[in-house]
Structure formats: structure tokens, C-alpha cells
């Protein structure tokens, strides 16, 4: 199977193709305006688009199935080359506003939830995807193609930015090289120009592969998935933990390099009876004294046969409320998609569900 061009920072592109700056043209063609193929690209000469299509895909993604949330989100399931699926998501954050003229104030503003891994080696008890196993990683141009794709479907126009997060099906910090390369392409000009401040990759807490990153300082932003303020429930859930506990973790965020207007985010799942209480909140405080942290409390998203509950209302505002009176900033994650197959994994579990029952 021929290798897609989104594999290609504009640099690598411009060593291929000849002269160079065919290679923004090209790039232009991409990402600015949504070509199909590479006959769409008019300004390309003949021999160089034969050149493109004898060695290379243009979108390695096949739509396989998309829900809507009545919110607004939609979940993309995409099949790749070998088979595989994967998922994507279009959060939209903020809706466009209109003043009494009826002009736009301000257009919708989106985050595009992106994978990274086909299927997971993290293991997290929590986490549908990790059900599946580990599978492969996604190449670079198949984690860029998933924002592309998304914005192209939902008629995003170019220059509308949008926000990135690595929150998807995978460890991005597991496929690390991929996911840099990635950043790159996002934040290339001449492509879709989405700056480092508008991508956030969020790890379980690979403390060596924080530290990596950290020390190829590319500007975006770091979300630490931590869920329990003990190492030994922490371990119960992400038995990541057995090999990078929570010290190593807090250890690795405070030599991490981050924008003076930034802080590093903790997402903490929340679940009923497990890590919802005020001695937790207490802990949490302790925890994260010194660093310029925001924690992010987010409801659990329970899943058919799920052994983990939805904590209740009063208790996620009590906690909030604990951390921000203790000089933690806190919030809670507004939660989108709750009709449809919100959590990570959900949609390909529940398509292979139904086609298993189809082929039954």
C-alpha cells in the first residue's frame, strides 16, 4: 500500500518534488483548499501530479460511521488501509454569536479530539479502548488526516483554527516520534496553521516520554491523566502507574516547559465511591503544591456492563469547590456527547457489536 502524502512535513515534500516551491503549492492544494486528489490541483504540471499518484495516497481515512449529539459534537469512526478503525471527535466549544444586526460576532469555536494509537497498551480499567489490545501506531499523516478530514466534512474553512487535543484512542507519549512529526505539520503555515498553543497532548504519565518531550520544548500544551491521588488506587485503574507512580509523574510536570500564560492540566475522572470525596480533594491540593496546574474534574461516561458509576452533582461541586478555596484553579469538564458514543472506543466497539450481530 502506496504511503499518504500527510506523512510529509512541506520540508521532506520539497526534497521529493522539484522545484521546491511546488511543495507549497501542493501543500496549499491540502490543506488550504480541501483538494480530493491530485488531479483537483490545477497550477501542478502534468508529470508531477503523475509523479504524486504513482507513489503516494491523499487520504488514508474511509468514513465508516458518524453519530451527532444533540450538543452539536459529532464522533467520526474511520477504517484505515490495513482495516483497522479508529475514532475522531468535533467538540464544538463555543456557539457563533450574532449581534442585533444579525452580523457574526464571533464564529463557533471547535477542539478536534484526536487518536493516535489503533487500540492501546496502557490498559487503563476504565478505558473501552484498551478492551481491543494494542494494535499499531497511527503514522503521522493518519493522526494529521483525522483534523483535515473533520474540518473538510463540517465545512470548516481554512483559516478558521481550531483546537487539538491528543486525547483520542492510543498513548500519544507511546508513539511519541509520530506525534511530534504531527505537531509540525499542524503548525506548518502554509498548511493549517495551527499553532502549538492550540494543541494539548494528554498522557497517562509516561514520566521518561514527559521528559523527552519536555526537552524538545515545541510550545504545546501538556494534560496529565491522573484519576487518583494515590498510587494505590491509581494503580488499580491505569497499572501504568506500577511503572511511572505518581511522583515520577509530578516529578516530570515541574521540569516540563510551559508558556508563562499556561498551566499544565490535570484531567481527574471522577467515579461514584472511588475518588469523588474531600479527602481526595485535600490530597489533590498537596499533590500539586508548586506546580502552575488546572484540574479538569471530569464526570465518568458510563458504558454498558461498566464497573465504574457516574458520580452525582453534589459531590463534583463540593470537590470543585474544596480546590478553588485551597488556590487549585478548578473546573468541571462540561460533558457533550452523553446520547451518542462519547467515550473512547464506544463507537467502534458498538459498530463491531452490531456487525457481529448482523453477520450472527
Known amino acids: ?110 477542539s478536534i479530539c484526536v487518536s493516535s494509537q489503533v487500540g492501546c497498551k496502557i490498559g487503563c480499567a476504565f478505558c473501552l479502548t484498551a478492551k481491543e489490545g494494542f494494535k499499531r501506531n497511527l503514522t503521522p499523516g493518519e493522526i494529521v488526516a483525522q483534523v483535515l478530514m473533520l474540518k473538510k466534512l463540517n465545512n470548516i474553512a481554512q483559516n478558521r483554527r481550531v483546537n487539538i487535543v491528543y486525547m483520542g484512542m492510543g498513548e500519544p ?26 494543541q494539548t497532548i494528554s498522557t497517562s504519565g509516561l514520566s521518561s516520554q514527559i521528559e523527552k518531550l519536555g526537552r524538545m520544548d515545541l510550545g504545546i500544551l501538556l494534560a496529565i491523566s491522573l484519576h487518583a491521588v494515590d498510587d494505590e488506587l491509581r494503580e488499580k485503574l491505569m497499572p501504568i502507574n506500577k511503572a511511572y507512580n505518581i511522583e515520577s509523574v509530578i516529578n516530570a510536570v515541574k521540569n516540563f516547559p510551559i508558556d508563562a500564560r499556561k498551566r499544565v492540566m490535570f484531567e481527574y475522572l471522577v467515579m461514584q465511591g472511588l475518588n469523588d470525596d474531600l479527602k481526595s480533594a485535600k490530597k489533590l491540593v498537596k499533590l500539586l503544591h508548586g506546580i502552575k496546574a488546572k484540574v479538569n474534574l471530569i464526570y465518568f461516561n458510563p458504558y454498558q456492563n461498566s464497573p465504574f458509576q457516574r458520580p452525582n452533582e453534589k459531590d463534583m461541586q463540593a470537590f470543585k469547590a474544596y480546590l478553588n478555596d485551597h488556590g487549585v484553579i478548578c473546573t468541571i469538564r462540561q460533558s457533550k456527547g452523553l446520547d451518542i458514543s462519547a467515550a473512547c472506543g464506544q463507537l467502534k466497539e458498538k459498530t463491531k457489536g452490531e456487525l457481529n450481530n448482523e453477520l450472527a
Request: glycine share 4%.
Open 173 to 198: 507519549l507511546d508513539n511519541i516520534n509520530n506525534v511530534t512529526k504531527a505537531i509540525e505539520i499542524f503548525k506548518d503555515d502554509e498548511g493549517l496553521a495551527i499553532g502549538a498553543r492550540r
Open 1 to 110: 500500500m502506496k504511503p499518504t502524502i500527510l506523512d510529509l512535513t512541506k520540508e521532506e515534500l520539497s526534497e521529493i518534488i522539484k522545484p521546491s516551491f511546488r511543495a507549497k503549492q501542493i501543500y496549499h492544494w491540502i490543506y488550504q483548499k480541501y483538494a480530493d486528489s491530485f488531479d483537483d490541483m490545477k497550477n501542478i504540471p502534468k508529470d508531477i501530479k503523475s509523479k504524486l499518484s504513482e507513489n503516494y495516497r491523499l487520504n488514508p481515512l474511509e468514513v465508516v460511521r458518524v453519530e451527532e449529539s444533540s450538543d452539536g459534537s459529532k464522533k467520526y469512526l474511520f477504517k484505515l488501509h490495513d482495516g483497522y478503525t479508529m475514532e475522531a471527535v468535533l467538540l464544538p466549544m463555543k456557539k457563533e454569536k450574532f449581534n442585533e444586526e444579525g452580523k457574526t460576532i464571533h464564529e463557533t469555536k471547535y
